[in-house]
């Protein structure tokens, strides 16, 4: 929910939309579809003649796959004339789909490994820190070290999937560069949450952030930071709204951090010759307001010519990784993809950087379809380049 | 070739419960991933073998593959040492799904203890798909 919702129930959120349509003209989803029930508005519609007028009891099949078929990026949210709080309507609508037996089977199997081992994958969360073992040396104070200042949160993503494990690869190293008093959580991390919240399991997150709060508050942890932009803004915007209190340590993205120890001198990079873009991801940009710390990040590295896509920013066009859609719907993921890398690729860039691994798995999957030659990697991948000796 | 759901399956090799195939070579095993396992896995995005002259234990996991939301493990089906890996599918995992018998994994030369008696047959094979297709229907 944003600061400024004034969201009460789905049925009477679902009143409030005067139909004006300013939905459609950023829905990724709509550019794919391109029906009038793909859109928000079409979304709305039909919530608002279950729920708000009851002319119907169920959600028929298409009506659900509309819903599944959303990214969740925030764009709709961002052009709504009527400020609703279409994130918000959205959840809950997944949460109807889940209490009428009719949400997806990729949505249960994401609960059920949640709940099971309290991460999306099926292995066991004490396996979180097996990434580590492609560093030449793992650092000691890895695990749960007492005394540590800052903890990387490192989420399910990176944790688990070794094409991802590169990120916390060079976000430990450039902690370590900088002489940061840092560890990580170890089997002790559970998911933030998110995959619950897009899967309408709302009601299980409070488990999750519990866990998750208080054993960050119990390691003494000044400044907790992660690499995964949906993790970031589960982490700053919804975990407050459930502990009923702020969270008593501060909460910063990892570019926010390094764009901090670069400033202070920590971090020197060296010159490196390439042509960047950014894909600023939608949990991080649009959702979160954070934009000029990547910014920084790569116009810190001397020799970089650095260019902006034409979307970008609070404008950005999502990569469609979010929302559980790659599940749900991997064609369709796929093909917002595709627009996005089109996009990229008339920049001239020959690398394209984002600061989540979700963006950058889908990126470089849409690259490789589209024999497109752009190498796609995190911001703290490309500092660690400029950086290492 | 033996048709068992909406696969074909070689007669000549032999099938592991993790989905994937395994051919008995003079001195070496090579294994792969079966089509039933990619239509469970979807596209392969990235894969991730161990290198070769690791040992590796029969049942134990050596690697990874990942695609889209879901990473799944790869699993030794014998104990002994890598000696190849298809470097061709690391670079380009999406081959896998063009023709997975093709595209192998690796290869394995056995320890001398070969133990391959968990692995299953074709009719074997058939018996144990056939009702797993029956309990995910």
């Given at each position: ?5 004034f ?9 409030i939309?005067?139909r004006?349509?300013?939905c459609r003209s950023?829905?990724p989803?709509f ?11 079409g979304?709305?519609s ?14 028929s099949p298409e009506f ?7 990214t ?5 949210t ?10 918000t309507?959205?959840?809950e609508l ?9 949400a997806p089977q ?7 490994n ?8 099926n292995?066991a ?12 040396e793992v ?12 903890a990387?949160?490192v989420g399910?993503v990176?944790?688990f999937f070794?094409r991802?494990?590169q990120?916390?690869v060079a ?10 008093n ?6 002790e ?6 995959p619950l919240?897009a ?5 299980e997150i ?10 960050i508050?119990k ?6 930071v ?8 589960t ?8 502990m009923?209190?702020e969270?008593?340590f501060?909460v910063a ?12 001198g920590?971090l020197?990079p060296n010159e490196l010759?390439?042509?960047?873009t950014?894909?600023d991801?939608?949990?991080l ?8 710390p990547?910014?920084q990040?790569i116009r810190s590295i001397p020799g970089?010519?650095f ?8 404008d950005s066009t ?7 859609l790659?599940?749900?719907?991997s ?5 917002i993809?595709?627009?996005r ?14 600061a989540?691994q979700?963006?950058?798995?889908m990126l470089e ?9 752009l190498?796609?990697?995190d911001?703290t991948?490309?500092l ?5 000796d | 070739?033996v048709?068992i759901?909406?696969?074909d ?5 032999l099938?592991d ?8 070579l ?6 792969g991933?079966?089509p039933y396992g ?5 596209d ?8 070769a002259g690791?040992?590796v234990?029969?049942?134990s996991?050596?690697?990874s593959?990942e695609?889209?939301k879901?990473v799944?493990?790869?699993?030794a089906?014998?104990s002994?040492?890598?000696v190849?890996?298809?470097d061709?599918v ?5 081959s896998i799904?063009?023709?997975p018998y093709s ?6 030369e056995?320890s001398e ?5 968990e692995?299953?047959?074709?009719n074997?094979?058939?018996?144990w ?5 029956k309990?995910?229907?």
């Amino acid at each position: 929910m944003s600061a400024n919702s004034f969201y009460k129930t789905l049925a009477e959120e679902s009143l409030i939309c005067g139909r004006c349509g300013s939905c459609r003209s950023e829905c990724p989803t709509f550019r794919e579809i391109g029906w009038e029930s793909a859109t928000p508005r079409g979304k709305i519609s039909q919530a608002r003649e279950i729920f708000a007028r009851q002319q119907r009891d169920k959600i028929s099949p298409e009506f659900a796959k509309r819903i599944t078929q959303c990214t969740m990026c925030g764009a709709c949210t961002k052009n709504c004339a009527a400020r609703i709080d279409l994130q918000t309507f959205w959840q809950e609508l997944r949460g109807k789909l889940v209490e009428q037996g009719v949400a997806p089977q990729a949505y249960t199997a994401i609960v059920s490994n949640l709940k099971d081992k309290k991460n999306i994958t099926n292995f066991a969360n004490v396996t979180r820190l097996d990434w580590a073992e492609d560093m030449d040396e793992v650092p000691e104070n890895l695990d749960q070290e007492p005394g540590a200042e800052v903890a990387y949160f490192v989420g399910c993503v990176s944790s688990f999937f070794p094409r991802a494990a590169q990120i916390p690869v060079a976000v430990v190293q450039l902690l370590q560069k900088a002489e940061v008093n840092f560890t990580t959580m170890g089997g002790e991390e559970w998911c933030c949450g998110f995959p619950l919240l897009a899967a309408g399991a709302a009601g299980e997150i409070e488990e999750f952030v519990r866990h998750n709060v208080e054993t960050i508050q119990k390691m003494g942890i000044k400044t907790l930071v992660t690499s995964c932009s949906s993790c970031y803004h589960t982490w700053s915007h919804v975990y407050p709204k459930i502990m009923g209190k702020e969270l008593g340590f501060r909460v910063a993205h990892v570019t926010e951090y390094l764009a901090e120890l670069l400033q202070a001198g920590r971090l020197v990079p060296n010159e490196l010759e390439e042509t960047v873009t950014y894909h600023d991801p939608c949990d991080l940009g649009r959702n979160s307001g954070v934009f000029e710390p990547p910014r920084q990040i790569i116009r810190s590295i001397p020799g970089i010519t650095f260019v902006e896509m034409p979307t970008h920013g609070m404008d950005s066009t999502c990569c469609g990784g979010g929302g559980n859609l790659q599940g749900a719907d991997s064609k369709l993921a796929d093909a917002i993809a595709g627009k996005r890398i089109a996009e990229a690729a008339e920049t001239k860039a020959n690398i394209l950087v984002s600061a989540c691994q979700q963006c950058e798995q889908m990126l470089e999957k849409a690259a490789r379809k589209e024999k497109i030659p752009l190498q796609v990697m995190d911001v703290t991948e490309l500092l660690w380049m400029a950086v290492e000796d | 070739m033996v048709r068992i759901g909406d696969w074909d399956f070689p007669e000549d090799l032999l099938y592991d419960r993790h989905n994937q195939w395994i051919a008995n070579l003079d001195n070496k095993i090579r294994f792969g991933l079966t089509p039933y396992g990619l239509a469970i896995t979807g596209d392969v995005l990235y894969l991730a073998l161990p290198e070769a002259g690791a040992v590796v234990e029969k049942g134990s996991g050596c690697g990874s593959l990942e695609a889209g939301k879901w990473v799944g493990r790869i699993y030794a089906p014998v104990s002994g040492r890598i000696v190849q890996v298809n470097d061709e599918v690391v670079k380009q995992p999406g081959s896998i799904g063009k023709s997975p018998y093709s595209n192998w994994f690796a290869e394995i030369e056995p320890s001398e203890s070969l133990d391959m008696t968990e692995l299953m047959t074709i009719n074997q094979l058939s018996d144990w798909l056939t009702e797993e297709l029956k309990q995910d229907a």
